[in-house]
Structures are given as structure tokens and as C-alpha cells.
């Protein structure tokens, strides 16, 4: 069965969006403050403040690491149904949490005021890439 492209598009659109709601969603549960919005060719990017997260591991990683939920729902999905849809599904889905899980890593081999010197390293590079900044907080 061939994939139709503009269904195809459609759900890897909403999932994107979706994958940045559980984050939004989770950082809103442990009280995190959401600082920035960016908005890139690659996709959106919330930025939270950083003190709320640089000092908590367990926060961090809770943030970080949540929408990977989707990707297990997504290739669970594709298991059952076998449907190609649900893999490519699946693969976009592993493409965002694959990010998260890498920058997840690498703050959590640093100490909090490392985490906050790479957050706004990332920061300042994304924003001079951006399409649209919006301050939230």
C-alpha cells in the first residue's frame, strides 16, 4: 500500500507539535517556566528557564525525556497494525527523541552551571537562525 504524502505530512505535523506539548505539558506539572519560543526551518523550539532546570536532575530529565512515550506508542502501532504509515510515523517521532536523548546526555555529564553555559551557547545559535522569537516569561 502506497503512503499518501499530504496524510503523511499531516500526522508527522501534528505529532511534531505534539511531541513539543508533552515537553510543555511535563515542564508545566514540575513548575518550570517556560522563557522562549523559537521557531526554526527544523522545527520549534521552547526554551525553559534555566535555573529551574540546571540544578534538578530528576526535572531534566523528566522534560527532556517524556516525549518518547509518543515514540513507543508510534512503533507500537506499526507493530500491531504493520501499516507503513505507522513507520514513518515511528521514524519521525525517533528523529526528535533521538535529539532530546542526545542533549539530555550531554547535560547530564555536566554540573549546573555547565548546563547553563551550553544552554546558552545553543541558545544564541538557534535565535540567529530563527524565524520568529517570541520571549514567554
Known amino acids: 500500500m502506497l503512503i499518501n504524502p499530504a496524510r503523511l505530512l499531516a500526522v508527522v505535523l501534528t505529532l511534531s507539535v505534539t ?10 506539572i514540575l513548575g518550570v517556566r517556560i522563557e522562549e519560543l ?26 527532556s525525556l517524556s516525549p518518547l512515550t509518543l515514540v513507543i506508542l508510534g512503533l507500537s502501532i506499526w507493530i500491531y497494525t504493520g501499516q507503513e504509515l505507522w513507520l514513518a510515523v515511528w521514524l519521525s517521532l525517533l528523529g526528535g527523541s533521538l535529539g532530546d536523548l542526545y542533549l539530555t546526555t550531554i547535560y547530564l555529564k555536566t554540573n549546573p552551571l555547565e548546563r547553563i553555559k551550553i544552554s546558552q551557547k545553543w541558545k544564541n545559535k538557534l535565535k540567529n537562525k530563527a524565524l520568529y522569537t517570541r520571549k514567554l516569561s
Not at 511531541?19 to 508545566?28: D, K, P, R, S
Request: aromatic share 12%.
Open 19 to 28: 511531541h513539543e506539548l508533552i515537553h510543555i505539558l511535563v515542564a508545566l
Open 38 to 63: 523559537i521557531v526554526t526551518w527544523f522545527g520549534v523550539a521552547l526554551y525553559l528557564r534555566d535555573e529551574d532546570v540546571a540544578y534538578s536532575v530528576k526535572r531534566l530529565t523528566a522534560i
